[in-house]
Structure formats: structure tokens, C-alpha cells
């Protein structure tokens, strides 16, 4: 029985250039790429960059076309039109092994049949690595997933948070550049995914190495990411860091996508703008807009009256109230019959009609919605 014992704490040994951040030469480019099935189009003219050492998440319902780039990226599909760079050298013209890319997939896909050991050794051996250097690469990349005491435990007696951290340390014991996570999280229940989310953004800290994450799941998205990738029917969205996209979506599918939104359909006119009974200072160009406005952003006031002039306040019917624990969220109409959604603080079971009050710097103007 071979033994893989944990080797002495040293730093990860991988390339300066995936130490690199923002402002250097992006690790990984994808230029103007668009993939065709048939006479299905599943990715329109995708460009991004990646930035050495980046948790960048791309998002998005199914059918968006994420899984679909990833592929590209990995080599297992070939784009129809554009190019994928890594670190200035063309990538999507090389086979797949030759690509320093792992991938970790949402079914582990772990040999039943092999330890753990074996199984995080298995691609060196195929790739026939010295025999002398498997085993301590596995010792350390069981190491950095906490998996050194399972070494040789197969894996059906392993949990499904432990199997995926061995999915992590046999993609990571190769050494990529870039590691790519399509939904690895999705099998687990939800209190076991928090706990991996977690530890899957300080392992990726601490080594250093490029994550690029699949999922549609907009709460592990925000939990994850330093940007995150929006895609809508093989299109990009919209990319910027969690806060942002959160704080200033561009368009209605997005502040509808990433969380809870009301869209308010108003007209701009000397300075105000008008939506239904609703009026606010505003300084954008005159015309129809619509804008995007965060349930956590309207609160409960006392009194109609008075109240900051760079606000809106109004009264409201109140139509239902649901208890989510520290919060409350309340669905209300407007004097006008605008449905509205609002979230405050818990405190008790509220009066039929309500008095709510919102800052015009919380409204988003967003494109035109024929663009949204």
C-alpha cells in the first residue's frame, strides 16, 4: 500500500504570472467568439478578459450558454467564429491537454474503484509524470482541500462535500493556470454548499490561481466572486464586481436577475421624474425611462407629510407581509395600483395602509426598455 504522507508547509508552486492582478496583462482573453449548433446560435460575439489570480463567475439562467463557454475554454468544443488567448498565446488552436486548464465538473466523476490517493494521481500517471513526484504532489494537494487523513479511502465512503474536494485537489495537483468549475457546488444541500463556498473562495486566495466559476445561482455568484459575468441568451449582459452589478445593473434583466427589484416606468421632465404618483428629483435627460429601485431601499416612515426633498414619500395599502426572520417583506400597492415589493427591518405586524418614503439616488436608471 503506497502512503502519501502530508508533506512540510511550503508556499504553492505555480507561475508569477498567476500572481499577477489587475492592471497587468490579462491571463485570459476571449475575443469576439460565437459557437453554433446546427443552425442554433448558443454564444453572440462573447469578449472578456480575466485577470491572473481573478475569481470571476460567469452567470446565468440555463440555456444561456455558460456551460457552452466553458467548454470552449477547456478545449472540449471549438468556437465557430473569434479567438481565446492565455497568457499572449492563441489557446483555442490547442488540443486539450495541451491547455493548462483543469476542469471541475458538477458530477465529480471520481473512480469508484481507486483510493482518493489514486484518484488525485491518476492524470500525472497518464500524463507520465516521474513516479517518483506523484506522491508527494498528492500529499500536498490533498493538503490544501484538507483531505490528507482519507488518503486512501475510496470514495463512495466519502460525503459529497468530501468527494468534491477531491474533484478540487485532482485538478489542482496538475498545477493549471486557469481552473474552470462548472456548478461543482449544485449536488450539495444547502447548508453543506455554504460551508464549501466558503472554502472554496480562501482556498482560491490562498493558492493564487485563476477560478472561473459556472452557476446560476445569483446568491453563489455574490458569495464568490471579485466580478461576475452575466450572460443572457448567449449574449454578455453585464460584468462587473458583486456591489456593482448589485448597486447599478444597466439593464432590467439584470437588476431583475440578480436579486429582488421594482421597475419603475416613469417620464423625466424639469427635473423630476414621474411615475404614476410617484415624483422624484432627477437629473437625467428628459424623456421615458425606467429605473431600477431595491425593496430595502423604500422604508416605513411615520407620517405622509414633510420628509427630504431629494425623497419620495407616499402612502401605500398594504396587501401582504411575510416573515424572513431579522426582515420583513412587504407587498404593497399604490394609490395609482402600482404593485411594489418592500423590505424592512421585523417589527411586527404593520397597520392595512403604511407611509414609505425612498431617496432618489436609490433609483437606477437603467437602458431603454427595448434594449433591456
Same mark, same amino acid.
Given at each position: $500500500?503506497?502512503?502519501?504522507?502530508?508533506?512540510?508547509?511550503?508556499?504553492?508552486?505555480?507561475?508569477?504570472?498567476?500572481?499577477?492582478?489587475?492592471?497587468?496583462?490579462?491571463?485570459?482573453?476571449? !475575443?469576439?467568439?460565437?459557437?453554433?449548433? +446546427?443552425?442554433?446560435?448558443?454564444l453572440r460575439d462573447i469578449s472578456l478578459d480575466v485577470a491572473s489570480g481573478e475569481f470571476l463567475t460567469i452567470l446565468g439562467e440555463s440555456g444561456s450558454g455558460k456551460t457552452t463557454l466553458l467548454r470552449l475554454i477547456a478545449g472540449f468544443e471549438q468556437p465557430s467564429n473569434g479567438e481565446i488567448w492565455m497568457s499572449g498565446e492563441r489557446l483555442d488552436t490547442q488540443p486539450?491537454?495541451?491547455? !493548462?486548464?483543469?476542469?471541475?465538473?458538477?458530477?465529480?466523476?471520481?473512480?469508484?474503484?481507486?483510493?482518493?490517493?489514486? %484518484?488525485?494521481?491518476? +492524470?500525472?500517471?497518464?500524463?507520465?509524470?516521474?513516479?517518483?513526484?506523484?506522491?508527494?504532489?498528492?500529499?500536498?494537494?490533498?493538503? $490544501?482541500?484538507? $483531505?490528507?487523513a482519507s488518503a486512501e479511502t475510496p470514495?463512495?465512503?466519502?460525503?459529497g462535500g468530501m468527494q468534491q474536494r477531491v474533484a478540487l485537489a485532482r485538478a489542482l495537483v496538475n498545477r493549471p493556470k486557469l481552473l474552470l468549475l462548472d456548478e461543482p457546488l449544485s449536488a450539495l444541500d444547502a447548508n453543506l454548499r455554504r460551508q464549501m463556498q466558503t472554502e472554496l473562495k480562501a482556498l482560491q486566495r490562498e493558492i493564487g490561481i485563476t477560478f472561473l466559476f459556472v452557476t446560476h445561482d445569483q446568491d453563489e455568484a455574490m458569495a464568490l466572486s471579485d466580478r461576475i459575468a452575466l450572460l443572457r441568451a448567449g449574449a454578455l449582459e453585464q460584468i462587473a464586481?458583486?456591489?456593482?452589478?448589485? %448597486?447599478?445593473?444597466?439593464?432590467?434583466?439584470?437588476?431583475?436577475?440578480? +436579486?429582488?427589484? %421594482?421597475?419603475?416606468?416613469?417620464?423625466?421632465? +424639469?427635473?423630476t421624474a414621474r411615475a404614476g404618483c410617484l415624483l422624484w428629483p432627477c437629473a437625467a435627460p428628459e424623456g421615458p425611462a425606467t429605473f431600477s429601485l431595491r425593496p430595502e431601499h423604500i422604508r416605513l416612515v411615520d407620517g405622509a407629510s414633510g420628509g427630504n426633498p431629494a425623497s419620495c414619500r407616499f !402612502?401605500?395599502?398594504?396587501?401582504n407581509q411575510t416573515f424572513c426572520g431579522s426582515t420583513d417583506m412587504l407587498e404593497i400597492v399604490s394609490p395609482d395600483g402600482q404593485h411594489l415589493r418592500v423590505r424592512v427591518p421585523s417589527r411586527g405586524i404593520l397597520e392595512d395602509e403604511v407611509d414609505l418614503e425612498f431617496s432618489a439616488k436609490d433609483c437606477v436608471r437603467l437602458r431603454d426598455a427595448g434594449s433591456s
Open positions: $500500500m503506497k502512503t502519501y504522507a502530508k508533506p512540510p508547509a511550503k508556499e504553492w508552486d505555480h507561475d508569477a504570472s498567476t500572481t499577477a492582478r489587475a492592471g497587468a496583462d490579462p491571463l485570459l482573453e476571449v !475575443r469576439h467568439v460565437a459557437k453554433r449548433f +446546427g443552425g442554433r446560435e448558443v486539450p491537454y495541451r491547455r !493548462r486548464v483543469n476542469t471541475v465538473f458538477q458530477s465529480y466523476a471520481l473512480f469508484p474503484h481507486l483510493t482518493v490517493a489514486e %484518484n488525485v494521481a491518476y +492524470g500525472m500517471r497518464v500524463q507520465g509524470v516521474p513516479r517518483a513526484e506523484i506522491p508527494p504532489r498528492v500529499a500536498e494537494a490533498l493538503a $490544501m482541500v484538507k $483531505m490528507s470514495p463512495a465512503r466519502l460525503s464586481s458583486p456591489r456593482e452589478i448589485y %448597486n447599478s445593473p444597466t439593464s432590467a434583466y439584470t437588476a431583475q436577475f440578480i +436579486g429582488q427589484t %421594482n421597475l419603475l416606468t416613469a417620464q423625466v421632465s +424639469g427635473g !402612502r401605500a395599502k398594504l396587501e
